[in-house]
């Protein structure tokens, strides 16, 4: 089975070290940032699978930044998952637009998104776009 690579983004470290440690016992290579800029970055220097970032972050913000990955040229687009603390349909209309695959609640727990990535990674279709409530 492939290691799939992701890269988490959400600004609180505590979250991003107990997702790492769930990711790990699964299989799953995670990767943690804790702004937006700093996400981007690492964009540009490699590659991942799948991107986690949560709908409130500091700057850039969370459709900022999904603006920047939309437009960048990169060689392998990464499925984007967005963890949402709320439910705005504009924004999630706008995040879908710009390429978002899944929405899925912050609350729904670690092992939940851990599991959903996996089901994402594994579904072939480009622009599948689905919330988990």
Do not use: W
């Not at 690579?5 to 959400?10: E, F, L, Q």
């Not at 949560?54 to 437009?71: A, E, F, R, T, V």
């Amino acid at each position: 089975m492939k290691k799939i690579k992701v890269i988490i983004a959400d600004d609180s470290r505590e979250y991003c070290i107990k997702f790492k440690n769930r990711a790990k016992c699964k299989g799953i290579n995670a990767s943690a940032v804790f702004d937006g800029k700093s996400l981007l970055t690492l964009l540009s220097r490699m590659t991942t699978d799948i991107i986690v970032i949560d709908d409130i972050m500091p700057g850039p913000n969370c459709i900022d930044i999904l603006k920047q990955i939309y437009s960048m040229n990169l060689p392998h687009k990464p499925k984007i998952i967005v963890t949402l603390s709320y439910h705005s349909d504009d924004f999630i209309k706008c995040a879908a637009l710009l390429g978002v695959n899944l929405f899925i609640p912050k609350n729904s727990g670690i092992d939940s998104i851990v599991d959903k990535i996996r089901a994402l990674e594994n579904c072939h279709s480009e622009k599948h776009v689905s919330i988990a409530l």
